[in-house]
């Protein structure tokens, strides 16, 4: 394999991995629902995307690569509907986003437009 | 080398999995079950490729799949149990 | 009818490079599952513009060179946030609107703002799109409204279904 | 290991059920990887499928049913239950001692019909996947039972709760109504799941059809086939995904599958072979063998589809 390839390769699966490791943090140490949300982001697209692409590279062209194409492609459409959905959830479950400096009324609104 | 992201993605899932008993709210616990999900497959997808069996991939996919459909299936399942309560009073008892 | 063929050859397409073989009985298998799905998806009506748009796809690679880009740049924006030892963050809920006509390019655009990291789609209504931010500067990137502009250069015109080559640059209020 | 330890601590100490769904949830996944790492991907796949997914949707259906939070009872008996928890846990542990060492070639079952399977199933059957050859040809008897089992469940199901128009229950359809209205507003949701919906079929269809080559089969094509349904449930609403695939399709796939399984079984019969004895099926015993197999797998699939669906459905029926 090129070795400018190979390079490029451990450099995505190292930045990979310390992104995994960052958002893991995030999702213990930022303070609530919301927050923790942005820490999971940077799992699902560079973290994974960092760890996968590398692996395709070192896989070459073959259906690994294609099928490695696949998942990232399936994480990147599905994390933020995924999100979305919880954080909606959240949302009209009742949580309050901390530092809600804007008044809301988004999540009272919900509510009782569904319960009439 | 590949151990190394293996053993990183190991550490995040023990940070997800500290979150999700940890809580304090359901969302929090969702939230790290669907990261942890995440986890798996890129576990899976690293040791599919140190195996070089490319049919974990496919195990991987179904993981990413599930890992939606049951983020989905509970987020929606809270939300409509916490509107939903209110309004279980309607004995129409069509159906 | 047009999007039921091209779902057709784009879920066939999906089959070969899934499947990796090409014996006859599986390519005849696949052709059957193929035909299987359309015809459940025709039935379960998500057959259409919104389902499976195929008039954005040649925009909606460019767009996605640059939401990359971007996603790079929030990530380690946000990362430097994390592991800062006290850390600078500023939670907050904005509103923006978005710009585009037609509900896809709402969810295209919401679904970008969730991808960056640092911001999150919580709620949408219509084109009204309430973000939760986790820096002041996550916000301000939303606020200036690059993100929302390009979508809508993404976003094919739904009456013509013809797409305007040179609308990358596009001013749009 | 140790996160299945540490999880399964958890499970047993939580009081709020919904979180012990979660985590039974992350047990599972745990599970699954455990298993990848055994090189059992079959096992892991259904894992990935059943535990991880559609358990915890059903469980979710049944918390929806009763309540989120488990009474604490002050019970005598505790100290007895741990004692007998305890005694068990060792003679299991005992048990365990007796079995070889993992990976021990001398065990017993790399004796007898493990090397068979491996060796010959090559040339009898010609499949790559040795799992699916034993499942549906070696052990088609088992399979079928497993089958049974399966179908036998989803009756049982719709037996006990599955009777809508006796029930006095609260009607689910003011709900649904609901659902469907803040549905309506969430485009991202629907718009997501719409272009999702085709590749889910496709992909279950492919995870059929592939059973042969890599891991996959029936039973987690059935799995998947079934759970795109139950996204287009939850994402649109339950009235309009029943009139998509009314319970009559189901059930007469449930049934059809289960058939298609025997049918094949009888047809082997009929040819002059053994019950479920594939070879005769055609010229040539090797194609006969595949040939059976995919009919077999494909009959699997749409029990354990049709199963899944009706399950889910009549959960969501009951819901509240």
């Not at chain 2, 576990?43 to 939606?68: C, K, M, Q, T, W």
């Amino acid at each position: 394999m090129d070795i400018a390839l190979e390079i490029l390769s451990w450099g995505l699966l190292f930045v990979g991995s310390a992104f995994l490791v960052i958002g893991g943090i995030g999702v213990v140490r930022l303070p609530d629902v919301f927050t923790r949300m942005h820490g999971a982001g940077i799992i699902d697209t560079m973290g994974v995307g960092g760890v996968m692409s590398g692996l395709m590279i070192q896989a070459g062209f073959t259906i690994v690569t294609i099928k490695l194409a696949l998942i990232i492609g399936f994480i990147l459409y599905t994390s933020p509907t995924a999100t979305h959905a919880l954080a909606r959830a959240a949302l009209h479950g009742g949580v309050r986003p901390r530092g809600d400096e804007t008044p809301e009324d988004e999540s009272g609104q919900g509510n009782s437009s569904s319960k009439t | 080398m590949m151990a190394a992201v293996a053993l990183a993605v190991l550490v995040t899932m023990a940070l997800a999995v500290f979150r999700s008993i940890k809580g304090p709210t359901v969302y929090d616990r969702i939230l790290a079950v669907n990261a942890f999900g995440t986890l798996t497959v890129v576990l899976i997808s690293v040791y599919g490729f140190l195996s070089e069996r490319p049919e974990f991939l496919d195990l991987a996919l179904v993981y990413a799949l599930i890992n939606f459909i049951g983020t989905i299936a509970v987020s929606k399942y809270v939300e409509f149990s916490h509107m939903g309560r209110p309004t279980g009073g309607d004995e129409l008892g069509d159906i | 009818m047009l999007h039921a063929i091209s779902l057709g050859l784009v879920l066939f397409g999906l089959w070969l490079l899934l499947s990796g073989f090409f014996t006859a009985l599986l390519l005849s298998l696949g052709i059957a599952s193929v035909v299987a799905v359309v015809w459940i998806a025709h039935r379960m009506d998500v057959i259409d513009h919104e389902g499976h748009p195929i008039h954005l796809t040649f925009r909606a690679i460019l767009y996605w060179q640059w939401l990359l880009k971007e996603i790079v740049l929030a990530n380690i924006a946000i990362a430097r946030v994390i592991m800062a030892r006290k850390m600078p963050i500023h939670p907050t809920v904005i509103g923006v609107t978005a710009t585009q006509k037609t509900e896809l390019g709402h969810v295209i655009y919401g679904n970008s703002i969730t991808l960056t990291p640092g911001t999150v789609t919580i709620e949408i209504d219509k084109d009204n799109l309430t973000v939760h931010a986790l820096t002041t500067d996550a916000a301000m990137d939303l606020k200036t409204g690059e993100m929302d502009r390009r979508v809508t250069n993404v976003e094919a015109h739904p009456d013509t279904d013809n797409p305007n080559p040179n609308a990358n640059t596009g001013e749009h209020s | 290991m140790g996160f299945m330890a540490v999880i399964g601590f958890a499970v047993a100490r939580l009081r709020n059920l919904f979180a012990v769904v979660m985590l039974t949830g992350l047990f599972s996944l745990t599970a699954a990887v455990l298993y990848v790492i055994l090189d059992a991907v079959d096992v892991a796949f259904t894992e990935a499928a059943v535990g991880a997914g559609i358990s915890t949707v059903l469980m979710l259906g049944t918390l929806a049913l009763t309540s989120s939070e488990e009474r604490v009872e002050k019970s005598g008996g505790s100290k007895w239950a741990l004692v007998l928890v305890v005694v068990t846990g060792c003679v299991l542990v005992y048990g365990t001692l007796d079995m070889p060492p993992f990976g021990d070639p001398t065990a017993a079952i790399h004796h007898h019909v493990a090397p068979y399977y491996l060796e010959k199933s090559g040339q009898e059957i010609g499949l790559p996947n040795v799992v699916t050859s034993v499942l549906a040809s070696y052990r088609g008897y088992d399979t079928l039972g497993e089958v049974f089992v399966i179908f036998t469940a989803a009756i049982g199901v719709l037996l006990i709760i599955g009777r809508p128009q006796f029930g006095r229950r609260r009607s689910h359809r003011m709900l649904v109504g609901e659902l469907h209205e803040s549905m309506r507003t969430n485009v991202i949701l629907r718009v997501g799941s719409k272009l999702l919906i085709p590749v889910i079929l496709l992909f279950a269809l492919y995870v059929q059809w592939h059973g042969d080559f890599g891991p996959g089969g029936g039973f987690q094509a059935g799995v998947i086939f079934a759970s795109g349904f139950i996204l287009y449930a939850l994402i649109f609403d339950i009235d309009t995904a029943r009139t998509m695939i009314p319970a009559r399709t189901t059930r007469l796939f449930l049934v059809f599958g289960v058939l298609l399984y025997t049918g094949v079984g009888v047809a082997g019969l009929f040819l002059g072979g053994n019950f479920l004895d594939y070879s005769v099926l055609a010229a040539n015993p090797v194609s006969g063998q595949h040939l059976g197999i995919l009919l077999v797998e494909f009959g699997v699939g749409l029990t354990v589809a049709a199963a899944m669906i009706s399950i889910f459905f009549t959960f969501a029926h009951q819901e509240h």
